[in-house]
């Protein structure tokens, strides 16, 4: 063998080590897989346009498809699956359609009865926005910022969450909100206005400092006493009890603190998203494909119901989190959850007429609500991932 080609042979099983390491490539192409993704893909342009039936999960036992109005968190998930798709695919049917659907959710820029005016309003405005510069679209993003600022409270030094209940607790901020903040650091990009900004950063300090456990795994809902602005107690809705650990709210952990690393680079954020990543990700009872039991604590695991959307929104986070840092662990367990969901157990059966693209997700199991379906959140972070893991 000449030393060229004994330099070639050495150079290809470096390259191919590099890759293995970082679990890039590290998976077949299954055509199979592909060929239903598409087939799925295409469902989201049949479904009829109805500003009261915005869909959100699916029973399949009765294949009955839950439909909500703009009112319910959910609502802009849709219009923003359709952006996506555009950008993932080019064709331009689904941007038609994104056009569509995205004015449904304007009249939640004004909803200062929610919390969720981020989700309401960023996932269907924001996506657009990222396709068309339009002013229109800045400005319904910009009145959504200030509408979620009427709920922060600076004694508190947070974004209230629910009004309901108020007999358990005085002022609830759950960490689910740490997603709605990017509306705010966004909405402080486009105008200019420092205020929106300031807010979220304050929100995501107060977080930080009381949200968290020692091993890095988060609560659910911590309870403020608004007089004092001190923690009453430390509590859940979701989980399945106060100190469990609810597996999509440590996906909403990591992404928020990523995400406000990405306004405001407070090395902080970055440390904690780590942190959580690493629970998450090296948890005894995480699967091996890593799709996460809904709770991580649940006792009837292995035989409790799975959370698509958590590993979903922890893929999508993963990915930005490996920009940031270049750790190879967080871009091949990103990839690996992509490459699970990437398949026929996880992808919808092409039988099922419905715009929904993965199966396997659980709502809210303390109210045995939505429990290992189709739900259109855990498909958007999906599709997030997709557009994330294609710009890598």
């Not at 941007?95 to 995205?102: F, G, L, S, Y």
């Not at 902080?268 to 604590?297: C, V």
């Not at 959850?337 to 099922?352: F, P």
Request: glycine residues 4%; aromatic residues 14%; contains cysteine.
């Amino acid at each position: 063998m000449n030393r060229v080609s004994f330099f070639t042979l050495i150079l290809g099983f470096a390259l191919l080590t590099t890759a293995c390491k970082s679990g890039i490539n590290s998976h077949p192409k299954n055509t199979s897989a592909d060929h239903l993704l598409k087939t799925r893909y295409k469902m989201l342009l049949d479904y009829p346009v109805d500003s009261m039936a915005m869909p959100r999960s699916m029973t399949l036992k009765t294949n009955l498809i839950r439909k909500v109005p703009s009112r319910d968190w959910t609502s802009a998930f849709f219009a923003g699956n359709l952006w996506q798709l555009y950008r993932l695919t080019g064709n331009a049917d689904y941007k038609k359609q994104a056009e569509k659907w995205t004015p449904f959710s304007k009249k939640e820029s004004v909803n200062k009865g929610s919390h969720d005016v981020g989700f309401k309003v960023y996932c269907s405005y924001g996506e657009a926005l990222k396709v068309e510069n339009k002013q229109e679209y800045k400005d319904v993003i910009v009145k959504g910022a200030e509408t979620l600022c009427s709920r922060f409270d600076s004694k508190v030094g947070a974004i209230r969450s629910w009004d309901f209940n108020k007999e358990i607790w005085d002022y609830p901020v759950i960490i689910d909100n740490m997603m709605n903040l990017e509306l705010l650091f966004e909405a402080s990009r486009l105008s200019g206005n420092k205020k929106y900004q300031d807010i979220a950063i304050q929100h995501a300090n107060t977080t930080l400092k009381n949200q968290f456990r020692a091993d890095n795994s988060c609560y659910h809902v911590i309870d403020y006493n608004p007089v004092s602005g001190a923690v009453r107690k430390k509590t859940t809705l979701q989980g399945y009890n106060d100190d469990s650990v609810w597996a999509r709210g440590q996906g909403w952990a990591v992404y928020g603190f990523t995400m406000s690393y990405r306004y405001t680079k407070d090395p902080a954020y970055l440390k904690q998203a780590e942190a959580t990543a690493q629970f998450f990700m090296t948890n005894k009872p995480l699967p091996e494909d890593g799709i996460p039991y809904w709770d991580f604590k649940d006792p009837g695991i292995p035989n409790s119901a799975r959370d698509v959307s958590a590993a979903t929104i922890m893929a999508s986070a993963l990915y930005e989190l490996y920009g940031y840092t270049k750790n190879d662990r967080y871009l091949a367990f990103a990839n690996k959850i992509i490459a699970s969901l990437h398949s026929e157990k996880y992808l919808l059966d092409a039988k099922i007429n419905a715009p929904f693209l993965l199966d396997h997700s659980t709502g809210n199991w303390p109210k045995h609500d939505e429990i290992d379906e189709p739900i259109i959140y855990a498909d958007y972070y999906f599709l997030e991932a997709l557009l994330r893991q294609k710009a890598l």
